[in-house]
Every structure is written in C-alpha cells, then in structure tokens.
C-alpha cells in the first residue's frame, strides 16, 4: 500500500465485516441499519405522541415499511444496472443478496409511501400524518446508512486531489475490489470524493430542517414535501460527483445519471402532489388529535354498539323488576281477600 501524507487525505482501512461465524457474517452496512432504524423510532417519539399516533400502531405501520423498504430499494437498484438480464435474471438468487451491495433508495420511497397510505387506511388513521412520521423517520436512519456506505466504499466520487478525498486501505473493501488494479488500494492515485460523507452531511442538514418544521406545521403532508423536495434536489446535484453510469432517458444525452432523471421525473410528480396536499389537506387546531381528525374510528361505532347493548340491559332489567312488583301485588291482593 502506498504512503498517505498526514492531513492531506483522508484514509479509511475498516473491513465491512465484523465478525464471520462460518458462513454467517456481521457486516457494518446491516448492523447500519438496525442502529438507523432504532435512532429512527427515538427521533419520532416525540412527534408520533404529540400528533396521538399510538406506540403500538407505530410499531405495526414499522414492520410493513421495513419489507416494503428493503424490497424496494433492492429491486429499484437491480433493475437499473446494465448486467440485469445476463446477471440478475440469469441468476436470480443475486436480486435480493443484500450483503453484496446495492440499495436505491428512491426504490424505497416509492414502496414504503403507498405502503403507509395502505396501512393508515387500516389502521383508521390520517394517512399524511402517518406518512409525515415516516418521512422524519428516513430522514433520521438514512444518517446511519450512509455511514454503513462509508465504510462499505459502495458510494464514492470521482478522483480527487482535494484535502478532504478518501483513500479505502482495506483490501475488502468494495471500492478496493472493484479496482481493476487490486494492487493499488490504500494508493494515493485512488483518492475520491467522499460521496457518501457529502450525503450524509445533506441527509443531517435536512433532518434539522425537518425537526424544525415539525414543531410548526399544520397541515398534513407538508412535512412529507419538504423531505421529497429536498431529498430529490440534493441527490440531483451529489450525483455530478458520484463515480456513476452516465446514462440516457428517452434519446436525451444530457450527461445525467440514472438517480438524477429519477430526480427530475419526482420533482415533476411532486408539483400535482403539492397542489393536492395544499389545497385538499387542511390545516388541524392544536386542540385536536392530528392522526385521527376527521376520520370515522372503529372504536365510535364499537362504544355505540355497546351503549345500545347496555340500554337493551337495562330495558330488560327494568320490565323484568316491573313483572316482578307486579307479582308481588297479585300475590298480596290474594292473601288479604283470604
């Protein structure tokens, strides 16, 4: 390995593996995203109380977008990659073998919305409030992913002379194995920009953001925006650094990747889903319950069937105590004509 000058690049030699036991591996990416989705759930604790989404639904909507999120961030990134048919479809078995890398996280977006649309439509809840939840809760894991992605070396720029280029060092590393000169990992000549270290720093800018709107919107759904619009303007501009296929959309060769034409198709998609949200989702008084507000719960229909239950009760309890005195006027009546 080459010599790294001190203060001018810099290096990384951590293995993606933890630990192998056999064929079983602890890898930093997977243990990445149980610490992203565990800071995810404490980093809207607060919010998920104060709009009244329960715990417990919070917990059952979680499950549903965790299988919604891995299935489609891992088949939106397949899909994409140009050894798809020779690759994937000739060996299937690789389209979900995570641990070899390779997620997309528009792919999770598109899944994981409709799924918490579905789920909230279930669960008898605001569907926008709960989606507003899910998008502060990405916001807060996705951190933790690019972490996994830093160490990883599955997302780096392009080369670089700047004082701030990674270097990886370690042989196992995905950038190392990917070189075509194994030889040269940990040289100065394979410094990148940090493209994972620029997206973790914008998903930290937006989270802040995020965390200060929360305390004061309200009306349903902004939330939600602000994390689409955000998320879709700072992946369009990392991606002019990021070391990816330059690809063309429809005959156009505008020297754009295929993260930056998912980004514009969304900014276009976002503009009616703004105008609906807008004009459709209106503001909630403090003095209400955010998730349930307006929508009909099953509970109001149980308490009535309950009510009406227990009039029936005592419908019955009172004409059975009237047959009763009536019994025992009767019986009196006889003993004193005796």
Known sequence: MGSIPLFVYIPIDIDPVIVSIGPVALRWYGLMYVVGIVMGLWAIRSYTRRKGIHANTVYRLLWWCIVAG???????????QPNFVSYYLAQPQHILATWEGGMAFFGAIFLVIPTIFWRSKVERINPLVAIDAGVLFAAAGQIFGRIGNLINGDIVGYPSTLPWATVYQNPHSFFCMGLANPSQCGSVATAVQPAAAYELLANIALLGVMFFLAYRLRRPGVLMLVYLFGYVV?????????DNLVVSFLGLNWGLKQAQWTSILVLFVLIPITYLVLRYAKPIPNSEVAVTYGITQKLIAEDKAGSEKSETTVSNTTASEASNSQLVSEDTLRRMDQ
């Open 70 to 80: 891995l299935v489609g961030g891992r088949l939106y990134f397949v899909v994409q």
């Open 234 to 242: 700072t992946q369009f501009f990392i991606f002019f650094v990021r």
